[in-house]
């Protein structure tokens, strides 16, 4: 730790840092507005996939990096999983230097432009700031600037390519390429380690593909990212199911030496109520990739998607939400939130709770399904539901849910998407027997180096915590390239 | 991608494929299928792995053209490159010597039925099937279920060809006449449920392949998902086979029927704009 802090105080001291530091006062600092991020109007942004947020200004963006005080202790950079040096691409911003900022950015970030959209930064950076913590007022806009840096280098046509260490010819392989296997993958590339990333599906990224809709982070920006690690040389194996189309055995007598395993948490739950399977009953999984991986929505794509009218959407977080403002966007009349708890305790993040209410998404919270109704095809076209009241906190800390007797009534609607949670992906574990897995079957790792209970197999990402975030995903990437490296040069 | 190598009309709307897919075939066993993809704004669907030669590192697969993307598949030509094809999935067929062995073949069935007829066969078993259509020229593959089975019997509904009669007739005929160890089954739902009617009435064990829609194949979406002994299970990861007589089949007709408007107008104006020559 001593060495980051001694490496920080460094770079907080050159020549550069110190000058825009006697620009201006803190005071005058701290009195400035946190800037807003341009958005599309909701009424129009519902009926279209394009992105919601338009990205900052470069005037709206050097403002705010100056409200940034370059802090003695800059407590952000304990907030973000990845160790991103947050004031030094910030004053790089306030420099003008933007794509110096977006080169610090990849220092320790593979997927800039990905994470500046998606990250939950109000529970991350953005808490640890002086300004939150200390000022009391909003946090610097940590993730709009790390947006625009990254953007600022996808749009000059200059994308940098990070310095490569000489090739050791040694082979890596990733299983799964969602954001765990993407950094892990970034990370031994640099080190010259020979790396195969294998993915089952016929594109790369895993829920940054298949799950995330457009209009928050659009395919395009994913595969500009992705095309920087084939430059640096990372090899892509789609269509390749390990476990299935070749064992990790099978791999080994190919001369791979050790693995990553971030193989997502795929496997949707269902709450196994009665008519679930009813036709226009979906998971949120199918109903996500249909529409985002698939491009049900586009006649001219061959995959169908049913959009209905009344649409109720089940549960409340990320994933409910980017399926609900997707049913609007399919045209539904009526799309509704349905959730057992009240908005406090919803695990969404707040922005994607706030551009769903202004995008006309009904929210019935403290309401739960209890049965689902089909036409004589077998369609959905009813559902009932309980009112809920809100107990003692459980176990989680959130208040739990209790239902209130005699309160059942009957919603009409033609489509629901089940969004209840996911399950971690099964086939790694069960075509390794040996591998340990927790009973609910997520792969225990040591901690500190990722390292599963098989000699040379690693694994991070939402396989080893179940369901987390995407910057979670990618600090385990990082942190299992570390010691896998360590482990095959020991 | 993955190149064509060998094609073969089986009937004007049976083709056989052979494809290259060297890890596949080496990893594949009887039962298993693969996800396919045809162009960059295809569907994904699954297809029973027919049979794969080791040597060369090909797969064959035997496709019914039944819908846009079938016939897609179907209309490619030898040196032609599939886009996507991925696997082994689902869990292979539990193939053992039991005897005498009733198999049961209709529509969109036949195709995935004949890999395993294949295989039981191998494993000595004495099988017979019975294939099912409305008319004579619906009949498929006839020829290379009776290389690889005892005796084929055909039953057509208008008594063009073979008997006169619904598939489970066929069969009724045989369980009268002779000791059946087990059946199996893969045909549209209904004809399934019938079958399985059939056998549960004399107690013979069977074994139902569903083919229900699907989209990742790995287990990751539910589109697949049945129920069976009253638990919702997924048949691209716990099937494609179950016991027949725990198969909710009027749930999973049902399901089937998801999509049968919008796919029976996306293949008419397909057919419209590549008309035949
Ligand atoms: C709809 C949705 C919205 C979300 N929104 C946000 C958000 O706004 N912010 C945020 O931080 N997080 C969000 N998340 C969570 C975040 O996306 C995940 O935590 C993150 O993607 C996990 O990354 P991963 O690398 O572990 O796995 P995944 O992204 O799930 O990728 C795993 C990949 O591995 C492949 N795979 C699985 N098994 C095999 C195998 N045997 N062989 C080869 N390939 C295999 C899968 O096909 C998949 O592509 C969201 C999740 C969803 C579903
Ligand atoms: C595990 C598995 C293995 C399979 N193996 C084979 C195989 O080896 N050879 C082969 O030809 N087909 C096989 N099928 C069926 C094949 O996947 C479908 O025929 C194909 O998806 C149809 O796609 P399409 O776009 O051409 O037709 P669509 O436009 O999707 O459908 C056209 C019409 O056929 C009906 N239909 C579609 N799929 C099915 C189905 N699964 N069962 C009953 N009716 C259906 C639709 O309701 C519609 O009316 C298999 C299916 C599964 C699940
Ligand atoms: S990666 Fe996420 S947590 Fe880290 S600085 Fe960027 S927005 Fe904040
Ligand atoms: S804590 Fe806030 S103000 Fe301080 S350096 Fe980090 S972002 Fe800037
Ligand atoms: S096809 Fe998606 S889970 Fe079976």
């Given amino acids: 730790m001593d060495g980051v802090s001694e490496y920080l105080k460094q770079e907080r001291d050159q020549e550069w840092r110190l ?150 010819g040694i082979k890596v392989a990733s299983i799964g390429s969602g954001p765990a296997g993407l950094a892990f993958a970034a990370d031994m590339v640099k080190l010259g380690y020979d790396v195969t990333v294998f993915e089952a599906l016929h594109e790369i990224g895993g829920v940054l593909k298949y799950g995330i809709p457009e209009f928050r982070l659009p395919n395009r920006i994913v595969d500009l990212e992705i095309d920087v690690l084939k430059k640096m040389g990372v090899k892509f194996e789609k269509n390749f199911i390990v476990g299935a189309t070749a064992s990790v055995e099978d791999l080994k007598a190919e001369g791979f030496k050790a693995f990553m395993v971030g193989s997502g948490a795929g496997l949707p739950n269902f709450m196994n109520i009665p008519g679930e399977n009813y036709i226009g009953i979906y998971s949120s999984n199918e109903y996500l990739t249909r529409v985002n991986l698939m491009n049900a929505a586009d006649p001219a794509y061959d995959t169908p998607v049913i959009s209905g009218n009344k649409v109720a959407v089940i549960g409340g977080g990320n994933t409910a939400m980017d399926a609900v403002r997707t049913s609007k966007r399919l045209g539904a009349e009526r799309s509704i939130i349905i959730y057992r708890r009240s908005i406090q305790e919803m695990p969404a993040r707040v922005e994607e709770i706030k551009h769903a209410q202004e995008e006309d998404i009904e929210f019935m919270n403290l309401h739960n399904p209890l049965e689902y109704f089909a036409d ?52 790694i574990p069960q075509s390794m027997k040996e591998l340990e897995v927790s009973s609910w079957g997520t792969i225990k790792v040591d901690p500190e180096s990722m390292h599963s209970s098989v000699e040379g197999v690693f694994a991070g990402g939402d396989i080893v915590r179940g369901g987390a975030t995407v910057i979670l995903a990618m600090g385990d990437g990082r942190k299992a390239a570390e010691a896998m490296n360590r482990y095959l040069t020991q | 991608m993955n190149k064509i190598i060998e094609k073969e009309y089986f009937s004007e709307a049976v083709v056989k494929l052979v494809l290259e897919a060297p890890a596949i075939a080496r990893n594949r ?74 198999a049961s073949g209709g529509g969109v069935g036949v195709a995935p039925l004949l890999p395993i007829v294949e295989a039981l066969k191998e494993a000595g078993n004495r099988v017979i099937t019975v294939l099912a259509a409305r008319k004579r020229e619906l009949i498929i593959l006839e020829e290379q279920m009776r290389e690889h089975s005892d005796e084929v019997i055909i039953m057509t509904d208008d008594g063009s060809y073979g008997k006169k009669g619904l598939v489970t007739q066929g069969m009724e005929e045989v369980i009268l006449r002779e000791k059946v160890d087990l059946a199996v089954t893969v045909g549209p739902a209904v004809m399934m449920k019938f079958c399985s009617l059939l056998t549960g009435k004399y107690g013979i064990s069977t074994v139902a392949s569903l083919n229900t829609l699907m989209v990742d194949g790995t287990g990751m979406c539910g589109a697949c998902r049945v129920t069976v002994g009253g638990k919702t299970k997924f048949v691209c990861v716990d099937g494609p086979e179950f016991d027949a007589h725990q198969v909710d089949f009027d749930e999973m007709m049902l399901r089937l029927n998801s999509y049968k408007l919008s796919e029976t107008e996306a293949y008419e104006n397909f057919l419209n704009s590549n008309p035949k020559p």
């Fill in chain 1, 376 to 427: 004589e095809n077998g369609r959905v076209c009813k559902m009932k539901v309980q009112k809920m009241k809100l107990g003692e906190p459980d176990s989680s800390g959130r208040r739990r849910p209790i239902p209130i007797e005699g309160s059942e009534f009957i919603i009409e609607v033609d489509t629901v998407v089940v969004s209840v949670g996911v399950s971690p992906n099964p086939l």
């Fill in chain 2, 29 to 102: 066993r009887a039962g298993h299928f693969v996800i396919v993809r045809t162009g960059d704004k295809g569907e994904r669907i699954p297809l029973t792995i027919a049979g794969a030669n080791l040597e060369r590192g090909t797969i064959t697969l035997v496709i019914q053209k039944v819908g846009v993307t079938s016939t897609k598949l179907c209309d490619l030509e030898v040196g032609d490159l599939v886009t996507d094809v991925v696997g082994p999935l689902g869990k292979p067929t539990h193939i053992e010597k039991v005897g005498t062995v009733l």
């Fill in chain 1, 19 to 168: 000058a825009l530091r006697g620009n201006m006062k803190n005071k005058e600092r701290t009195q400035l507005e946190r800037v807003s991020m341009r958005e599309q109007a909701a009424d129009k942004r519902n009926k279209n996939f394009t992105e919601v947020n338009l990205g900052l200004l470069k005037e709206q963006a050097m403002l705010e990096a100056q409200r940034c005080l370059d802090c003695v202790n800059p407590t952000c950079i304990t907030g973000c999983p990845v160790g991103i040096n947050i004031p030094k691409f910030i004053k790089k911003i306030e420099a003008g230097e933007f794509l110096e900022s977006a080169k610090v950015l990849k220092e320790t970030n593979t997927l800039p432009a990905v994470c500046g959209r998606v990250c939950p930064q109000e529970v991350q950076c953005e808490e640890a700031c002086f300004y939150t913590q200390k000022l009391k007022k909003p946090p610097v806009a940590i993730g709009f600037l790390e947006r625009f840096s990254a953007d600022y280098e996808q749009n000059s046509g200059e994308m940098s390519v990070p310095d490569i260490h000489d090739k050791n």
